[in-house]
């Protein structure tokens, strides 16, 4: 189960999103309470180098806004909406993680990793998990919209996802993350994994 954590803006709740084994942690690039300048984000992204995956957040960026997040920022994963990848010119090496977004038509062919969202990001709006699922059979999908500590659980059970994604969900006030709420996440999607393995093993 890949766990991302996004949103990021203060140093506490890297530091606890590590701890707790956070896979990816997100930095915002778009318009939101959580949008950072490319030079904030590439020092509070320094003590995460290595030990889990740094992702620039955008959606519909311009190329020269991006370049200035690619050149600063030096992000592993570009997560965008999957229609921006036909216009951008970026870095072979960059991973990418093309935003498929609930009641959208489907690209063709299909991604083989995408994040599947709510209409508009970081609004706490659940996604359609019926269509989830159903995507999930196609792809490693990794569901977002809505997702905190007392539903994940549910929503693993229900989509059978590659990974997770939370902003909102782990917040004690917009653009600003809980600690807590961040421990509760992790901890209650990889428990919700382990019955997942033992349920198809039984």
Same mark, same amino acid.
């Given at each position: !189960?890949?766990?991302?954590?996004?949103? !990021?803006?203060?140093?506490?709740?890297?530091?606890?999103?590590?701890? /707790?084994?956070?896979?990816?942690?997100?930095?915002?690039?778009? *318009?939101? +309470? #959580?949008?950072?300048? *490319?030079?904030?984000? %590439?020092?509070?992204?320094? +003590?995460? #180098?290595?030990?889990?995956?740094?992702?620039?957040?955008?959606?519909?960026?311009?190329? /020269?806004?991006?370049? @200035? &997040?690619? #050149?600063?920022?030096?992000?592993?994963?570009?997560?965008?909406?999957?229609?921006?990848?036909?216009?951008?010119?970026?870095?072979?090496?960059? @991973?990418?993680?093309? &935003?498929?977004?609930? =009641?959208?038509?489907?690209? /063709? +062919?299909?991604?083989?990793?995408?994040?599947?969202? =709510?209409?508009?990001?970081?609004?706490?709006? *659940?996604?359609?998990?019926?269509?989830?699922? #159903?995507?999930?059979?196609?792809?490693?999908?990794?569901?977002?919209?809505?997702?905190? %500590?007392?539903?994940?659980?549910?929503?693993?059970?229900? &989509?059978? +996802?590659?990974?997770?994604?939370?902003?909102?969900?782990?917040?004690?006030?917009?653009?600003?993350?809980? *600690?807590?709420?961040?421990?509760?996440? &992790?901890?209650?999607?990889?428990?919700?994994?382990?019955?997942?393995?033992?349920?198809?093993?039984?």
């Amino acid at each position: !189960m890949w766990i991302k954590i996004c949103g !990021m803006t203060t140093p506490d709740a890297i530091a606890t999103a590590l701890e /707790a084994g956070a896979d990816a942690i997100g930095f915002v690039f778009a *318009p939101s +309470p #959580r949008q950072l300048t *490319p030079e904030a984000a %590439a020092q509070l992204s320094r +003590p995460a #180098r290595g030990r889990a995956r740094c992702v620039a957040v955008t959606r519909h960026p311009a190329q /020269a806004a991006l370049d @200035e &997040v690619l #050149r600063v920022f030096r992000p592993d994963v570009l997560q965008t909406d999957e229609s921006d990848f036909a216009t951008l010119t970026l870095p072979g090496t960059l @991973e990418r993680l093309p &935003v498929v977004r609930a =009641g959208a038509a489907l690209p /063709a +062919p299909l991604p083989a990793r995408l994040l599947f969202e =709510g209409p508009q990001s970081g609004a706490g709006q *659940p996604a359609d998990w019926s269509a989830a699922r #159903r995507l999930a059979q196609r792809t490693a999908l990794v569901l977002a919209g809505g997702l905190d %500590a007392g539903n994940v659980a549910a929503a693993i059970a229900a &989509v059978r +996802p590659a990974g997770v994604d939370v902003s909102s969900g782990v917040e004690a006030r917009a653009g600003i993350k809980s *600690p807590l709420k961040i421990v509760q996440f &992790v901890s209650a999607a990889r428990t919700a994994l382990a019955v997942s393995i033992n349920e198809e093993s039984s």
